[in-house]
């Protein structure tokens, strides 16, 4: 950082100069001509300061030029500096400025500093020598390569010093400053007293003179006092740039400090602004303004292709898959598999790849919800079959950071259940089951659970009535939480209405019905301002019909909320193949959906398709991806990149692919 402080010498009334405006130093220098070449603008910490060249005589003007009218240097004055000053050895001064006479070459006026000293010069023609009065403030550190403002101000024989706005200093001399030192025929040398020793090093961003008041009672208290300011020259406050005929060109030479922090993102509080940091997948480089990350320069990811990175071997089929991120932990995938023995699996992503990390036993495993309550980590299994004792639960596991495991934590009686969502409303978690069928009864209750910070465990909050569900998706618009159901088959069709729900005193009521055709998957996402509902359409069948092949090749389609008209209406048709899932990724600037075909009425080998979102145009076909019984999707990303996996219901393998950009 730097430093500010001001000088004020005595309160009197200064005649016959009378001249209360300050005077600015620095700006004086910058109008000599040959300040171009020897002052370089640095930013530092955030602020803007010139780094001086090593030329004294280039760094000097006539005393003249700010008393123009009267050669006589004012009895009462604040002298007013801003400046950065890195370490310097024991012993060692440094000049801020002098006025040194040019015959004589004695300095009538001087500031310099040391390791933990601030030394006033002036001369006393009182004196019987004719030489300089000393004036020192001890135990104050400004080489500390910290901004700093300081304000000195004398008034006779007493001198304070003001640093950063605190409380000042006292010096009392037993004679005053001089009533009337001439400044004729002197020259002022901002950072040296006319020759290289003691030459400052630092970054000077303010030297002012203020004639007859004490700086200190107009510049503070302030914000920032370390950077307060009487006059800055306007080219450290504008950009250091100029553009002319000739084009955009530097005013002068310039450069900018920077530290800049790599891996997961940093805090950005107020001692973090003005720090930089690049995130570790090199999407960006980022800046802290004290309480938010701005980006600065952001690598715009466009999806290129795609390509296999993994076959994962499963046990056996799999019906649905789950990736999540454990803080500290890293990345898991755990899959739904269809098989009993030896059940389903947890993968964990270890050196960029998926690998065997836990087993559970399970019973046709159709579907796994990871959620957190608190610090807690849990994740929820939807059964489709009974056990071996003929109950049929859906079972609760919870994390373990000891054993790195998650163990049976609590089950929950369902029916041949598809799915489970987790969602907060209010601070309360809650737990939605799919339940698609009991015996061949399609048209049961579907079941939403509280948990209940008491006992521990989820409880029965409210009963839906669904036809056959198979999936629920939760989301929120504003103030307002929804609930979706993905009804699949009332027992004679496929044609029926799945129901939005709209959470209304303490419960979910019915918003919207909306036509589906073997609806299988809801998928909630925002567009910028704009919410969507895509809904997969598996099948279209009535008990009775003929079965056609192409009762497989139908319509998905997707919703936009009217806000106005407060209802999701139809917004894009597109064209599927036994379509159950959807999901809806970003990479860089671009939104995407990919879709889940599995079945075209002959072969469960189908192309499943990234569609990327044109604006106007809708999603368009963007990626065509050879699939076999596709039975989910889900995205992620890991510091390695961007990935999709799929599980398969027809073969033992899922596949992660890469989006390589």
Known sequence: MGFMFVLTLGLKSWTPCTNLHPLDMLSELIKSGNSSSNLRMVQSHGSRGFRLS??????????????????????????????????????????????????????????????????????????????????????????????????????????????????????????????????????????????????????????????????????CPSARPRLAELCIPEVLKELPIKIDENGTHLKYPYEADMKVTLGPQPQCTDSEASKFWMDTSLKGLFLCNGINWIPVLERKEKLDYVENYQNLATISETMGLEIFLIPEVGHFAVMANKNPQPGSILYRWTDGKFTTHQYFTTYQAQAWKHFTIGKRIFLALASFEKNEDGDEFSVIYKWNPKKLKFLQYQKIKTYS????????????????????????????????????????????????PTSGAYDWEFFSIGPYSFLVVANTFNGTSTTIQSIIYIWLGNAFRPFQSIMTFGASDWEFFRIKDRFFLAVANSHSYDVGTQALNNLYVINSTIYELNITGQLFEKFQDILTFSAVDWE??????????????????????????????QGYEGFVPAHYLPTNGCRDWEAFTTKTGSYIMYSSAKEPISKVLKLRT
């Open 54 to 219: 090593t030329s004294p005589h280039a760094l000097s003007f006539h005393s003249a030029h700010i008393f123009p009218n009267c050669p006589l240097f004012p009895e009462e004055f604040s002298i007013v500096v801003t400046a950065k000053i890195p370490s310097i050895p024991p012993k060692k001064n440094e000049y801020l400025f002098t006025m040194v006479t040019k015959r004589s070459k004695h300095v009538l006026l001087g500031l310099r500093y040391s390791e933990n000293k601030l030394h006033f010069l002036f001369y006393s023609p009182q004196q019987a020598s004719g030489w300089q009065t000393k004036v020192t403030f001890r135990g104050i550190s400004l080489a500390d390569n910290q901004w700093h403002t300081f304000v000195l101000a004398v008034s006779g024989i007493s001198f304070s010093l003001t640093i950063d706005c605190s409380i000042p200093l006292e010096v009392v001399l037993d004679k005053p400053f001089p009533i009337s030192l001439s400044t004729s025929d002197s020259q002022i040398y901002v950072g040296s007293r006319r020759r290289q020793k003691g030459f400052f090093t630092g970054l000077l961003r303010q030297l002012a003179l203020l004639p007859g008041s004490d700086a200190s009672n107009i510049i």
């Open 584 to 613: 809806f990724f970003t990479l860089g600037e671009d939104y995407f959906l990919v879709v889940a075909n599995s079945f075209d009425g002959s072969s469960f080998s189908v192309k499943s398709v990234i569609y990327r979102w």
């Open 417 to 464: 259940a598809r799915d489970w969502e987790a969602f907060y409303i209010d601070g309360e978690t809650f737990l939605a089951v799919a339940n698609h069928r009991e015996g061949n009864n399609h048209n049961i209750n579907s079941v939403i659970y509280k948990w209940n910070n008491m006992s521990g465990l989820f409880e029965v909050n409210q009963s839906i």
